[in-house]
């Protein structure tokens, strides 16, 4: 995934770190979902909080949102068309799903180190577009 000029080689790096870090968040989402899963009670949820569906259904969730990151990531690395907006959009919707965890005070870091993840995704293919797409040699 070498840059062929000189003005892209940064950002396609960039690009490049962003595809590895949306395969993270899909393997740290995958171990939430195996967590639920497993361990039905380990999570906390007080009497404040609002959940939709029991905890191993939200764990089955979590495990297929988390392929789906991955492949978003895959799709990045791959330099395909179509990875960028659909890392963008996933990026987005990752963020909503963990402010979930967010809300709990139980889990506040694990929550914040993935939206962190999310935020500098979010850099990488929004910064100077145009000159990693150059570097990857899209069209």
Same mark, same amino acid.
């Given at each position: 995934?070498?840059?062929?000029?000189? !003005?892209?080689?940064?950002?396609?790096? #960039?690009?490049?770190?962003?595809?590895?870090?949306?395969?993270?968040?899909?393997?740290?989402?995958?171990?939430?979902?195996?967590?639920?899963?497993? +361990?039905?009670?380990?999570?906390?949820?007080?009497? &404040?909080?609002?959940?939709?569906? &029991?905890?191993? !259904?939200?764990?089955?969730?979590?495990?297929?949102?988390?392929?789906?990151?991955?492949?978003?990531?895959?799709?990045?690395?791959?330099?395909?068309? #179509?990875? +960028? #907006?659909? !890392?963008?959009?996933?990026?987005?919707?990752? =963020?909503? =799903?963990?402010?979930?965890? $967010?809300?709990?005070?139980?889990?506040?870091?694990? $929550?914040?180190?993935?939206?962190?993840?999310?935020?500098?995704?979010?850099?990488?293919?929004?910064? +100077?577009? &145009?000159?990693?797409? +150059?570097?990857?040699?899209? &069209?």
């Amino acid at each position: 995934m070498a840059a062929t000029g000189k !003005t892209g080689g940064t950002w396609t790096g #960039w690009v490049g770190f962003a595809g590895i870090v949306m395969i993270v968040i899909g393997g740290l989402n995958v171990v939430e979902g195996l967590i639920a899963v497993i +361990r039905g009670q380990y999570y906390v949820l007080t009497a &404040d909080q609002i959940l939709l569906v &029991d905890f191993r !259904t939200w764990g089955w969730i979590l495990i297929v949102w988390g392929v789906i990151v991955a492949l978003a990531g895959c799709g990045l690395l791959a330099a395909s068309a #179509w990875a +960028r #907006w659909f !890392t963008i959009i996933v990026a987005g919707l990752n =963020i909503f =799903i963990q402010l979930g965890f $967010a809300g709990s005070s139980q889990y506040p870091l694990w $929550a914040l180190t993935v939206l962190a993840l999310n935020i500098v995704v979010f850099y990488a293919l929004t910064v +100077r577009w &145009d000159e990693a797409k +150059r570097g990857l040699g899209s &069209d």
